[in-house]
């Protein structure tokens, strides 16, 4: 186990670097969300056999809907205020889960459940466009819609793992953990998050079947590609947080130093992600079979791995409470020594 840094002071100057990382974090989650998604096609068509576009046409293809005009049916004025919605989630998620850095202690910080809940939430609204549409082609939206409604009850026992401590103060006490030894249950805790994400848009039939045109378009595809890689991040966070910088108050050129380095790491781990999700791609199953299958893998690896964690966990609160009952009881001595 690495040895666990001095708790830094907070300072103006420290707050100040914590709320310009943020914003930095969000900016590469955005930007990069787009060149991921195509990313992961390209490599589906590889193992597929097939020809796909470079990674960068899936920004060419979103640039290309935010200059064309828009043809507007009933109804798609509320399934395009649904699509700037899911965006506005999708950017609060991208800030809200941890590329390279975490905050400090006593910098405001979201717990998992919030972070979860927002990502759940972008999904539904991306949902509605093909909810709205008539006849069968609104069966694969209402399937979808559903999916991602019964995705955050799955993901309980990974939130109770978490419980009500901030996602930061988790990850700074997981990242001094082996992924080989004490920190195994979280690396199946960080798969089972990224089992949200598997299935999630990967058919070209979802985005065609979205009935949004012009700039509403855009606006859903890029909601909808930032949302796949905050699920990814977020379960590469917790299945190895080892890499991710925490300030210290040994300065401020190590803490930059480790910054590098996470940006890195998270390139790697984006890598390992994009040639999972891409071999995902292959497997071709109906799409009520596959919400059941993600739905059953998400929550069957949280359970798993919260088995897995419990004595660790639950360790500290029963030596506390043994603690106390030797103080109370005047069976002990001052020592704890029975009289």
Known sequence: MTPTPSPLTLSWGWMFLSALSLVVQTGLMLFAAP???GWVERLAGRLAGQTRYLASGRWQEIRHQFVRPGFHEPGDHLSGLAARAAFVLAVLGAGLVPVYALVPSGFPAPGLLLVCGVLVGASLLLSLPRVVLRGQAALGGYMAFMADALLLPSLVPVLVMVGGQDLSAFLAHVRG??????GAPFVLMGVALFGAAAWRG???????ACPLSGADRGVWLLAEDIVQLCWVTLAGDVAWAGCLALPTD????????????????WLLKLVIAALLLAGMQLMVLPP???ARVRLACVF??????????????????AQDKTAAIQVQDPAFGAEGITQ
């Open 250 to 265: 040994g300065g401020v050129e190590p803490w930059l130093m480790a910054c590098l380095q996470g940006g890195g790491a």
């Open 288 to 290: 009520a079979r596959r």
């Open 202 to 208: 990967t058919s070209v039939g979802a985005a065609q």
């Open 300 to 317: 069957l690896l949280g359970l798993l791995a919260w088995q897995a964690a419990y004595p660790g966990l639950a360790t500290p609160t």
């Open 35 to 37: 060149f991921f998604r």
């Open 177 to 182: 953990l082996s992924p080989l030894g004490a």
